[in-house]
Protein backbone atom coordinates (compact mmCIF):
# COMPACT_ATOMS: atom_id res chain seq x y z
CA UNK A 1 0.00 0.00 0.00
CA UNK A 2 1.30 3.50 -0.81
CA UNK A 3 1.75 5.71 1.90
CA UNK A 4 0.01 9.43 2.16
CA UNK A 5 3.06 10.74 1.17
CA UNK A 6 3.88 8.98 -1.88
CA UNK A 7 0.11 9.07 -3.04
CA UNK A 8 0.48 12.82 -2.74
CA UNK A 9 3.62 13.51 -4.66
CA UNK A 10 2.28 11.18 -7.44
CA UNK A 11 -0.80 13.02 -7.83
CA UNK A 12 1.34 15.94 -7.44
CA UNK A 13 3.67 14.26 -10.70
CA UNK A 14 0.58 13.98 -12.36
CA UNK A 15 -1.07 16.89 -12.25
CA UNK A 16 -4.07 15.29 -10.40
CA UNK A 17 -4.15 17.30 -7.42
CA UNK A 18 -6.05 20.32 -7.03
CA UNK A 19 -6.38 21.29 -3.56
CA UNK A 20 -8.16 24.58 -4.31
CA UNK A 21 -9.89 25.73 -6.88
CA UNK A 22 -7.37 29.04 -7.16
CA UNK A 23 -4.73 27.04 -6.55
CA UNK A 24 -1.07 28.34 -8.79
CA UNK A 25 2.15 26.86 -9.88
CA UNK A 26 3.66 28.63 -6.81
CA UNK A 27 1.40 26.70 -4.64
CA UNK A 28 2.28 23.16 -6.54
CA UNK A 29 5.71 23.97 -6.26
CA UNK A 30 5.84 24.69 -2.53
CA UNK A 31 3.50 21.41 -2.47
CA UNK A 32 6.15 19.41 -3.89
CA UNK A 33 9.69 21.12 -2.34
CA UNK A 34 7.84 20.01 1.00
CA UNK A 35 7.31 16.35 0.49
CA UNK A 36 11.02 16.49 -1.45
CA UNK A 37 12.57 17.61 1.71
CA UNK A 38 11.10 15.37 3.57
CA UNK A 39 7.95 16.72 4.82
CA UNK A 40 5.55 13.81 6.19
CA UNK A 41 2.30 13.92 8.10
CA UNK A 42 2.42 14.42 11.49
CA UNK A 43 1.72 11.24 12.86
CA UNK A 44 4.10 8.98 11.15
CA UNK A 45 6.99 10.55 14.03
CA UNK A 46 4.40 9.28 16.40
CA UNK A 47 5.57 6.91 18.93
CA UNK A 48 3.19 5.08 20.61
CA UNK A 49 3.51 5.14 24.39
CA UNK A 50 1.79 3.58 27.24
CA UNK A 51 -0.82 5.76 28.86
CA UNK A 52 -0.06 4.79 32.21
CA UNK A 53 3.91 5.74 31.75
CA UNK A 54 3.26 8.53 30.17
CA UNK A 55 1.36 9.90 33.42
CA UNK A 56 3.90 8.46 35.57
CA UNK A 57 6.35 10.51 33.43
CA UNK A 58 4.21 13.85 33.53
CA UNK A 59 4.04 14.43 37.30
CA UNK A 60 7.84 12.98 37.65
CA UNK A 61 8.56 16.25 34.65
CA UNK A 62 6.92 18.63 37.13
CA UNK A 63 8.61 17.74 40.24
CA UNK A 64 11.66 18.83 41.55
CA UNK A 65 12.21 15.61 43.62
CA UNK A 66 13.86 15.05 40.35
CA UNK A 67 16.94 17.62 41.57
CA UNK A 68 19.42 15.93 43.88
CA UNK A 69 18.88 19.49 45.93
CA UNK A 70 14.92 19.51 45.16
CA UNK A 71 15.70 22.92 43.57
CA UNK A 72 14.67 22.10 39.72
CA UNK A 73 12.29 20.17 37.87
CA UNK A 74 12.48 19.32 34.03
CA UNK A 75 8.99 22.26 34.37
CA UNK A 76 10.84 24.93 35.85
CA UNK A 77 13.18 25.06 32.27
CA UNK A 78 10.32 23.97 29.61
CA UNK A 79 7.49 25.82 30.10
CA UNK A 80 4.18 26.28 27.54
CA UNK A 81 4.40 30.36 27.63
CA UNK A 82 8.42 29.86 25.81
CA UNK A 83 7.49 26.95 23.67
CA UNK A 84 8.81 24.04 25.62
CA UNK A 85 11.81 26.20 26.64
CA UNK A 86 12.79 29.05 28.79
CA UNK A 87 12.84 32.25 27.23
CA UNK A 88 16.19 33.10 27.98
CA UNK A 89 20.00 33.35 26.71
CA UNK A 90 21.34 30.75 28.60
CA UNK A 91 19.20 28.42 30.95
CA UNK A 92 19.19 29.07 35.02
CA UNK A 93 19.85 26.08 36.94
CA UNK A 94 19.75 25.26 40.94
CA UNK A 95 19.37 28.39 43.27
CA UNK A 96 16.99 29.84 40.41
CA UNK A 97 12.73 30.53 40.76
CA UNK A 98 10.71 31.67 38.86
CA UNK A 99 9.96 32.14 35.28
CA UNK A 100 11.74 34.20 32.18
CA UNK A 101 13.56 36.92 32.96
CA UNK A 102 12.94 36.75 36.69
CA UNK A 103 14.11 33.23 36.69
CA UNK A 104 17.07 35.24 35.91
CA UNK A 105 17.13 37.56 38.23
CA UNK A 106 16.68 35.72 41.32
CA UNK A 107 20.22 34.33 41.05
CA UNK A 108 21.47 30.80 40.59
CA UNK A 109 23.67 28.89 38.43
CA UNK A 110 24.34 29.59 34.58
CA UNK A 111 24.61 26.96 32.37
CA UNK A 112 26.11 27.90 29.27
CA UNK A 113 23.42 27.10 26.53
CA UNK A 114 20.75 27.85 25.29
CA UNK A 115 17.56 25.38 26.71
CA UNK A 116 16.37 23.44 23.55
CA UNK A 117 12.64 22.87 23.12
CA UNK A 118 11.13 19.16 23.04
CA UNK A 119 9.21 19.47 20.21
CA UNK A 120 8.82 16.08 18.26
CA UNK A 121 12.06 14.56 20.61
CA UNK A 122 11.99 10.78 20.76
CA UNK A 123 9.81 10.65 17.44
CA UNK A 124 10.54 8.08 14.47
CA UNK A 125 14.05 8.62 13.35
CA UNK A 126 14.74 11.39 16.41
CA UNK A 127 17.84 9.88 17.50
CA UNK A 128 20.27 12.54 18.17
CA UNK A 129 20.08 15.01 21.49
CA UNK A 130 21.51 18.37 22.67
CA UNK A 131 23.29 21.15 21.09
CA UNK A 132 26.62 19.07 20.64
CA UNK A 133 24.82 15.49 19.51
CA UNK A 134 25.98 14.44 22.98
CA UNK A 135 23.46 11.36 22.99
CA UNK A 136 23.59 10.26 19.64
CA UNK A 137 22.04 6.70 18.44
CA UNK A 138 22.07 8.14 14.97
CA UNK A 139 24.39 4.88 14.02
CA UNK A 140 22.01 2.02 15.30
CA UNK A 141 24.56 2.22 18.56
CA UNK A 142 24.11 4.71 20.78
CA UNK A 143 26.66 7.08 21.95
CA UNK A 144 27.21 9.15 24.92
CA UNK A 145 28.87 9.87 28.10
CA UNK A 146 28.34 6.57 29.36
CA UNK A 147 31.02 5.55 27.14
CA UNK A 148 29.04 1.68 26.30
CA UNK A 149 27.64 1.59 29.52
CA UNK A 150 24.16 3.54 28.29
CA UNK A 151 21.34 3.02 30.99
CA UNK A 152 19.27 2.25 27.93
CA UNK A 153 19.16 1.17 24.03
CA UNK A 154 16.77 4.10 24.31
CA UNK A 155 18.45 7.69 23.06
CA UNK A 156 15.85 9.84 24.51
CA UNK A 157 15.76 7.30 27.86
CA UNK A 158 19.75 7.80 28.18
CA UNK A 159 19.03 11.66 27.26
CA UNK A 160 16.94 11.78 30.26
CA UNK A 161 19.77 10.53 32.68
CA UNK A 162 21.68 13.09 31.88
CA UNK A 163 20.31 16.80 33.43
CA UNK A 164 19.89 15.24 37.06
CA UNK A 165 23.38 14.18 36.98
CA UNK A 166 24.52 18.16 35.60
CA UNK A 167 26.46 19.99 37.87
CA UNK A 168 24.80 23.55 37.92
CA UNK A 169 21.93 22.50 36.25
CA UNK A 170 20.18 19.73 38.94
CA UNK A 171 23.04 19.27 41.24
CA UNK A 172 24.33 22.30 43.15
CA UNK A 173 27.91 22.43 42.67
CA UNK A 174 28.89 22.35 46.63
CA UNK A 175 31.55 21.01 49.16
CA UNK A 176 28.78 18.11 49.88
CA UNK A 177 28.93 17.19 46.04
CA UNK A 178 32.64 17.80 45.60
CA UNK A 179 32.58 13.46 44.87
CA UNK A 180 29.93 14.00 42.28
CA UNK A 181 32.50 16.20 39.87
CA UNK A 182 33.87 14.23 38.44
CA UNK A 183 31.25 13.21 36.21
CA UNK A 184 32.02 9.14 36.26
CA UNK A 185 29.21 6.17 35.56
CA UNK A 186 29.98 5.40 39.12
CA UNK A 187 29.41 9.04 40.69
CA UNK A 188 25.71 9.00 38.37
CA UNK A 189 24.96 5.95 39.34
CA UNK A 190 25.29 7.04 43.17
CA UNK A 191 22.58 10.52 42.06
CA UNK A 192 20.63 7.92 40.55
CA UNK A 193 20.17 5.66 43.24
CA UNK A 194 19.59 8.61 45.75
CA UNK A 195 16.81 10.10 43.42
CA UNK A 196 15.24 7.24 42.98
CA UNK A 197 14.80 6.55 46.54
CA UNK A 198 13.58 9.53 47.31
CA UNK A 199 11.35 8.93 44.62
CA UNK A 200 10.35 5.59 45.98
CA UNK A 201 9.20 7.29 49.33
CA UNK A 202 6.50 9.45 47.56
CA UNK A 203 3.66 7.67 47.22
CA UNK A 204 2.08 10.17 44.87
CA UNK A 205 5.11 9.82 42.21
CA UNK A 206 5.89 6.22 43.23
CA UNK A 207 2.63 4.34 43.14
CA UNK A 208 1.55 5.58 39.60
CA UNK A 209 4.44 4.93 38.05
CA UNK A 210 4.54 1.45 40.14
CA UNK A 211 0.95 0.86 38.32
CA UNK A 212 2.20 1.42 35.20
CA UNK A 213 5.54 -0.48 35.38
CA UNK A 214 3.93 -3.49 37.12
CA UNK A 215 6.16 -3.43 39.48
CA UNK A 216 6.48 -3.24 43.59
CA UNK A 217 7.37 0.41 44.69
CA UNK A 218 10.74 -0.99 46.48
CA UNK A 219 11.82 -2.16 43.06
CA UNK A 220 11.35 1.22 41.10
CA UNK A 221 14.97 2.35 40.55
CA UNK A 222 15.68 5.47 37.84
CA UNK A 223 15.93 3.96 34.71
CA UNK A 224 12.17 3.66 35.53
CA UNK A 225 11.85 6.75 35.78
CA UNK A 226 13.90 8.23 33.11
CA UNK A 227 11.73 5.72 30.37
CA UNK A 228 8.26 7.36 32.11
CA UNK A 229 9.90 10.68 31.38
CA UNK A 230 10.70 9.71 28.13
CA UNK A 231 7.24 8.56 27.56
CA UNK A 232 5.49 12.06 28.65
CA UNK A 233 7.63 13.66 26.21
CA UNK A 234 6.88 11.52 23.22
CA UNK A 235 3.18 12.17 23.91
CA UNK A 236 3.17 15.37 24.88
CA UNK A 237 5.30 17.06 22.67
CA UNK A 238 4.80 14.58 19.43
CA UNK A 239 4.86 16.45 16.16
CA UNK A 240 1.01 18.26 15.57
CA UNK A 241 -0.86 18.93 12.57
CA UNK A 242 0.45 22.51 11.38
CA UNK A 243 -1.00 24.69 8.69
CA UNK A 244 1.90 23.90 6.82
CA UNK A 245 0.68 19.71 7.10
CA UNK A 246 -2.66 20.90 6.10
CA UNK A 247 -1.40 23.09 3.27
CA UNK A 248 0.61 20.44 2.14
CA UNK A 249 -1.56 17.18 2.95
CA UNK A 250 -5.20 18.59 3.02
CA UNK A 251 -4.92 21.77 0.13
CA UNK A 252 -5.19 23.87 3.05
CA UNK A 253 -5.03 27.69 2.65
CA UNK A 254 -1.75 29.73 2.91
CA UNK A 255 -1.12 33.18 2.59
CA UNK A 256 0.92 34.87 -0.69
CA UNK A 257 3.31 35.98 2.02
CA UNK A 258 3.72 32.50 3.62
CA UNK A 259 3.81 31.11 0.33
CA UNK A 260 6.16 33.55 -0.59
CA UNK A 261 8.49 32.93 2.20
CA UNK A 262 8.14 28.70 1.86
CA UNK A 263 9.36 28.83 -2.16
CA UNK A 264 12.69 30.74 -0.05
CA UNK A 265 13.08 28.33 2.32
CA UNK A 266 13.41 25.24 -0.35
CA UNK A 267 14.78 27.66 -3.29
CA UNK A 268 17.04 30.89 -3.00
CA UNK A 269 17.61 30.88 1.11
CA UNK A 270 18.92 26.91 0.83
CA UNK A 271 17.06 26.89 4.33
CA UNK A 272 16.38 23.37 3.33
CA UNK A 273 19.71 22.16 2.88
CA UNK A 274 20.17 21.83 6.46
CA UNK A 275 16.51 22.03 8.03
CA UNK A 276 14.73 18.96 6.12
CA UNK A 277 13.50 15.77 7.02
CA UNK A 278 10.19 15.62 9.06
CA UNK A 279 11.57 17.97 12.07
CA UNK A 280 12.77 20.10 9.62
CA UNK A 281 16.20 19.30 11.03
CA UNK A 282 19.32 16.89 9.28
CA UNK A 283 19.88 16.14 12.56
CA UNK A 284 23.38 17.12 11.73
CA UNK A 285 26.28 19.55 12.81
CA UNK A 286 26.76 22.89 11.31
CA UNK A 287 28.21 26.32 11.85
CA UNK A 288 27.04 29.33 11.96
CA UNK A 289 28.95 32.41 13.38
CA UNK A 290 26.51 33.34 15.83
CA UNK A 291 27.40 35.94 18.83
CA UNK A 292 28.88 34.18 21.90
CA UNK A 293 26.72 35.04 24.83
CA UNK A 294 27.97 34.36 28.01
CA UNK A 295 30.57 32.43 29.04
CA UNK A 296 30.41 29.74 26.55
CA UNK A 297 30.88 25.52 27.27
CA UNK A 298 33.98 26.21 27.04
CA UNK A 299 35.12 29.11 28.61
CA UNK A 300 35.93 32.33 28.15
CA UNK A 301 32.45 33.39 25.41
CA UNK A 302 34.04 30.62 23.48
CA UNK A 303 32.09 27.19 22.87
CA UNK A 304 33.45 24.44 20.23
CA UNK A 305 30.35 22.88 20.14
CA UNK A 306 30.55 19.23 18.56
CA UNK A 307 34.33 19.29 19.75
CA UNK A 308 33.52 18.71 22.52
CA UNK A 309 32.26 15.84 21.87
CA UNK A 310 34.19 14.11 19.25
CA UNK A 311 37.69 15.34 19.74
CA UNK A 312 37.76 16.05 15.82
CA UNK A 313 38.45 19.48 15.13
CA UNK A 314 37.05 19.25 12.08
CA UNK A 315 33.83 19.35 14.32
CA UNK A 316 35.24 22.93 15.86
CA UNK A 317 31.96 25.46 16.07
CA UNK A 318 29.81 22.86 14.79
CA UNK A 319 26.16 21.90 16.25
CA UNK A 320 23.42 20.44 15.35
CA UNK A 321 20.73 21.73 13.40
CA UNK A 322 17.89 22.41 15.59
CA UNK A 323 14.26 21.89 14.45
CA UNK A 324 11.52 23.92 13.17
CA UNK A 325 8.26 23.22 14.98
CA UNK A 326 7.20 26.49 16.92
CA UNK A 327 10.83 28.28 16.50
CA UNK A 328 8.70 31.21 16.44
CA UNK A 329 7.53 31.57 20.25
CA UNK A 330 11.13 29.96 21.43
CA UNK A 331 13.32 32.91 21.44
CA UNK A 332 15.85 33.70 22.28
CA UNK A 333 18.15 32.13 18.95
CA UNK A 334 21.01 30.39 18.92
CA UNK A 335 23.24 27.98 21.00
CA UNK A 336 24.33 30.79 23.16
CA UNK A 337 20.88 32.33 23.27
CA UNK A 338 22.64 35.17 21.54
CA UNK A 339 19.95 36.40 19.53
CA UNK A 340 16.31 37.87 20.72
CA UNK A 341 14.18 38.29 17.44
CA UNK A 342 13.72 35.61 14.62
CA UNK A 343 14.40 37.95 11.60
CA UNK A 344 17.92 38.64 13.11
CA UNK A 345 18.44 34.82 13.34
CA UNK A 346 17.61 34.47 9.81
CA UNK A 347 19.85 37.15 8.70
CA UNK A 348 23.11 35.47 10.76
CA UNK A 349 22.63 32.97 8.70
CA UNK A 350 23.68 33.90 5.53
CA UNK A 351 24.65 37.80 6.50
CA UNK A 352 26.73 37.00 10.05
CA UNK A 353 28.11 40.59 9.69
CA UNK A 354 25.44 42.52 9.65
CA UNK A 355 24.68 41.27 13.35
CA UNK A 356 28.26 42.02 15.02
CA UNK A 357 29.92 45.37 16.11
CA UNK A 358 33.81 44.78 15.89
CA UNK A 359 34.28 47.40 18.35
CA UNK A 360 32.71 45.68 21.12
CA UNK A 361 34.56 43.06 20.60
CA UNK A 362 37.57 41.85 22.28
CA UNK A 363 40.78 41.01 19.85
CA UNK A 364 40.98 37.47 21.67
CA UNK A 365 36.54 37.34 20.62
CA UNK A 366 37.22 38.82 16.80
CA UNK A 367 40.04 36.15 16.78
CA UNK A 368 37.26 33.82 17.83
CA UNK A 369 34.76 35.17 15.49
CA UNK A 370 37.00 34.35 12.38
CA UNK A 371 37.63 30.83 12.87
CA UNK A 372 33.82 30.37 13.03
CA UNK A 373 33.89 32.57 9.84
CA UNK A 374 36.25 30.30 8.61
CA UNK A 375 33.68 26.94 9.20
CA UNK A 376 30.58 28.95 7.94
CA UNK A 377 32.50 29.50 4.90
CA UNK A 378 32.12 25.79 3.23
CA UNK A 379 27.94 25.68 4.79
CA UNK A 380 25.40 25.90 1.40
CA UNK A 381 23.90 29.38 2.98
CA UNK A 382 27.32 30.67 2.51
CA UNK A 383 27.06 33.54 -0.19
CA UNK A 384 23.16 33.68 0.20
CA UNK A 385 21.73 37.46 -0.39
CA UNK A 386 18.33 38.00 1.48
CA UNK A 387 16.23 41.30 1.36
CA UNK A 388 14.70 42.59 4.36
CA UNK A 389 11.58 41.41 2.35
CA UNK A 390 12.65 38.07 1.84
CA UNK A 391 13.32 37.59 5.74
CA UNK A 392 9.79 38.57 6.57
CA UNK A 393 8.57 36.33 4.34
CA UNK A 394 10.52 33.69 5.94
CA UNK A 395 9.11 34.37 9.10
CA UNK A 396 5.84 34.17 7.90
CA UNK A 397 6.86 31.02 6.80
CA UNK A 398 7.93 29.91 9.80
CA UNK A 399 4.85 30.90 11.64
CA UNK A 400 2.77 27.52 9.58
CA UNK A 401 4.58 25.76 11.80
CA UNK A 402 3.25 26.38 15.40
CA UNK A 403 1.28 23.91 17.56
CA UNK A 404 0.00 23.48 20.70
CA UNK A 405 1.36 20.63 23.42
CA UNK A 406 -1.02 18.29 24.42
CA UNK A 407 -1.65 19.65 27.82
CA UNK A 408 0.72 22.34 30.23
CA UNK A 409 3.04 21.49 33.02
CA UNK A 410 4.28 23.38 35.59
CA UNK A 411 6.51 22.88 38.51
CA UNK A 412 3.95 20.84 41.18
CA UNK A 413 6.34 21.58 44.22
Known amino acids: MKSATSAVLLALLAGSVTPSSGEGLREKVLRKSAI ?3 LTPAAETHVRVDSGMAEAGRLLFQSKSLSLDHETACASCHLDRFGSSDGL ?3 MGVGSTGQGTARMRSGGAVIPRNTLPFWGRGG ?3 TTFFWDGKVDGSSGTILSQFAGREPSQDPLVVAVHLPPVEIDEMVADTAEHSTLEGESVGSAAKVFDALAERVRSLSSLADPLAAATAKPVE ?4 KDMAE ?3 AFIRQNF ?10 VFDGGPLSPQEIAGGLLFYGKAHCSACHDGPYFSDMSFHAVPFPQAGFGKNGFGIDYGRYNVTMDPADLYRFRTPPLYNVTKTAPYSHSGAIADLGDAIRAHVDPLAIYDPRSMTGVQRADFYERLKAWSSEPISGVYLADDEI ?3 EAFLKTLEYDSREPVAETD
Open 36 to 38: DAG
Open 89 to 91: PNA
Open 124 to 126: KGF
Open 219 to 222: KLDF
Open 228 to 230: AIA
Open 238 to 247: AIGTTRLHRF
Open 392 to 394: RDL
